[in-house]
């Protein structure tokens, strides 16, 4: 089999075809995309007819991959870290239920948060939900671990999470194919009830699972990810996690770690692995690029007993992504750090490409707002976030996507009014429509303003499920016609969109202004294209 | 053998195009390639980097520790100095003079190239005039590459290999574009040398 140089992401993805899936559900979300984005570019894939189209949001990403999985087949979803908690309810009832094809759950973290709003790890929500974890260190454990991972999952009627982080999703290195594993046949599950989570049901599911963690934990002592290391020195023992065991090995020649060693690529952790570990060694030092996952576990609540190292004592920092030089700093080793950034270097920060139609928008609302003064507009997430900087400072919050006309809202019953509401073509089709309802139902005083770029922008352009949907949206979710106000987004248009803005902002009622133009990026992308 | 070579530049600025044509050229060399890129956010105009290694030996980390870089290679001269604690003491920064100027507060550009000059090893080419000269204002993050091929200790040919190889689904013009500028860039070296 040929050998291929893949971002770790991509190799999750080949992994997947390469080990029968029949499916991939997802929404976009960085530093998860690419999975998905490969599966839709490879012709195996396209061949084999896997089906690969976006999701609207993780939830229905989740419940659809779950629904393939009853079928029979094996089904594969992907999200960003945030996304998780988006599809936690379908997330933890699946081990409930159960599967039937294997069902893979790959989750992407981003520590440092390099584009995301928080830099939670995915792994306490795998622990929450009691299904068995992989966390590849590089990217060949990535390909292996999706093909292990249905195995796993098939071998205890099981979903099982995949995590991985930021620098493996979008590192390339060396990645060796398997043979092709057939993908499952149509076959509906065993029991007719084992998806139905009616209470008297779900007790006796529920048990299943409980029952299933010794066979997890024995999988985890004996499974080919998880490594004891010899190493002659003693008076310190490690555990890396995941990629963290690239920057222990880094910072050794020949790449041989002079202490002892466990690797940990599946959980439940190993305990037994780690039980030797802590009776041969002196202190232990525990690396995870994450949360101080599997360190809280072993200092325990009365931190008596072994000196651990990590995070929590700030051998490590508390957050943030690891990196070689941290690892290196953490086992006392000498660092060569360079000469410092000189002052002349400022900051870059992202910006909204010039032509894009968010500027117009903020340039307009900007004007629109002056007579109501600041802090009343709520937004969201995408590129249009980028008008929290300057020059527009136009926006006041970023949460959760959705979560702008919802807050507007709630603003609004305490007696903020107008309030206003800035999303996104994608954002509002992921979790906005839910919320309009919410305000139509009460004809709250809100201004809402969709800018709608017909893509998603943020992540790369893909296609946004909304896309000439929006205006249909809203007038059936009942919001009055004559407040449906739809705008073209150009600086020539600008003392019109001003008008509508402030003629909106003055109604007591909902609004939305739908404001159309296509995103920049995609647009020349297109153009050149056709070109061809 | 070993390089690890930080890439710099603002997002759009073609520095994952480098990235490709050293990594296929040192494939083809049967080395073994580790390159970290940057996705999502900051590709919006923002600063971007990538970490690339190149090694006779397997590769461990995906980051190249502090201090260990061999290369700094920028499009931006702004950018070539953003990652200095990452150069090693001996190591070369190479950049474009050019500068993207998208921020209000942009450094004044001579004290820029002043600053980047203090160093011990540095290349400074305008690779954005040699590749509007050579007919492509586009190719001048490769007009760059040529300029480092000098001291990446990978033969040219595996570069222009890896030029032909990433190029060559977009025909022979690009292709031939790209091998000009590439060219440029080298010869460009030779001259100041
Ligand atoms: C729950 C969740 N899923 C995914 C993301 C990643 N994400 C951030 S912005 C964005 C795109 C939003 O698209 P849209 O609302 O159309 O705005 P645009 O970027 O096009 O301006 C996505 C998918 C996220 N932050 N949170």
New binding site residues.
Partial sequence: MEKLLLLGAEALAQGAIDGGMSGIYA????PS?EITEYVQKSKLAKDKKIHCQWSV??KTAMESALGMSYAGKRAMVC??Q??L??AADPFVNSAITGVNGGLIITVADDPSMH???NEQDSRYLGKFAMIPIFEPSNQQEAYDMTREGFIVSEKYKTPVLIRITTRLSHSRYGVQRKELIKENNLSLPEDPKQFILLPAIAKNRYKILLNNQKNFEADSESSLFNKYIEGNDKSLGIVACGIAYNYLLENFPDHICSYPVVKIGQYPAPKNLINKLSTECGELLILEDGYPFIEEMLKGFFDCGKLIHGRLDGTLPRDGELNPTLVALALGLKTKEGLPVPEIVVNRPPELCSGCS?RDIYDALNEAMISYGEKRVFS??????LGALPPFNSINSCV??GASITMAKGAADAGLIPSVAV??????T??GITGLLDVVNENSPVTIII???S?????G??K?A?TGKIKNICLGLGVEPEHVRVLLPLPKNHDDMVRVMKEELAYNGVSVIIAERE?IQTFSQKKKENKK | MKKDIILAGVGGQGILSIAAIIGLAALEKELYVKQAEVHGMSQRGGAVQSHLRISSNQIASDLIPLGEADMILSVEPMESLRYMPYLSTDGWIITNSKPFINIFNYPDLNKLLTQIQNYKNTLVINADEIAAKNGSLKSSNVVLLGAASLYLEIPYVNLENGIRTLFGRKGEDVVNKNLTALKAGMESILQIK
């Fill in positions: 929404y976009p979300g960085t995309t949001n993780e999200m960003k945030v996304g908690n988006v584009s995301s709003q968010h969201d997430i995408g590129c249009y976030t959760d996507m999303i996104g073509d994608s954002t509002f992921h979790s800018s709608d770029n893509a998603v922008a943020m992540t352009g893909q946004s909304a995103c």
